[in-house]
């Protein structure tokens, strides 16, 4: 693999480095603000410099996807109210699958009647109709399963009448302990090991098929409001339309040392699959562009809307978020991406010597070369009597 030389003409040596102290990680702001935005659904660890309230708030600025280029839209915009969050599916009806599509006509409808209420609010609005239509389309199934019971041998259609009654108890009965409660999954996997009980095999298969036809979220607009109202604004977005929103991502695999994320576009994270983004600029020739173009927006946030920020020392913050994103890049392309950071006027030393020490820790061996380079790179950014621990 070919690594760039390191020459007087790389990015790094554009910009003068400051021996001031750095900023401290901050404490997180304590008001309401973090309450409101930290639902979003990414569990992995994230670098304790850039937690979850800075880069969501970075990403409420407007983002460019680092891969597609397209802008990106923060998931918390899908908690506001539902006459807002439904524009941001207009546009994209036609790709939209015929439920989802459903789902936007009946929150479409009943969006103006209640202008306060979100996405999530208006399934709950319709979700007491909703469960008694699904309880009459579950009946239905488990009627059919009754009159397969008559078929059966005595003691095995009994069996099978008992197995149905729960059944019904579990939908019925609304206060029974939640995991007790009605899951489609698991009353298959119930019937089914019933119907490999049963001797005569050709009952045996309609039992099977039968229950199969119990409905899901994907083909009864009922089942499908019971299944989403009881979920997060973000995810009922998600569901209906994913290709927009911006979705974290680690450049380097946490399992390999990485530990810095990138917001990217959900459509891009989820087509990826397996790739890591680290190997998805092999594939896409833009991506390098594309990424340069995420970085001078994130250079324009931190030289005009820092004052707009409410992370404390948004400013320092987010200079040292370019700076490690620039270098997680650098490595995870094995030298290949050397994003252009020269926007930035200064790097504080002890940002360097964080970022050295970081750097190190990467354990993929197939880094080490490049590691070796970066390091050298910076460790020639400090002022002279700086030493690295
Ligand atoms: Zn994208």
Redesign the pocket.
Known sequence: MRILPVSINSNFNKYNVQSQTPVKAAPPPTDTFVKSIDTVNFSAKLDERFPKYFLKELLKFGLP??????D?IPLERLCEPALETLKFFTPHLDEMTPMNKLMYQKMSELAPLHPEKNIQELLGIMQPEAEKALIFEQREILDGLNFLSRDLPETKGKELRKLIGKTFEEIFNVDIDVDKRFKRKRTIAKFDKFAKSVKDKEIAEKIIHTIRQLPTSDVSPNAYIVKYATRDPENIGMKMFADDFGTLEHIIPESQGGSVVIW??S??NAARGAISIRNQHALNPNMAENLQTHINKLIDIHDNEWPNFKTPNAKSKLKEYIFALRNEFFIASNGKIDLDISGLKSIPAMVIKYEINRIRAINNPRFNKVKKICTEELCRLLPRKSSIT
Not at 65 to 70: A, H, S
């Open positions: 996807c680092p891969v597609c280029n397209k990106m990217e576009c459509a891009d």
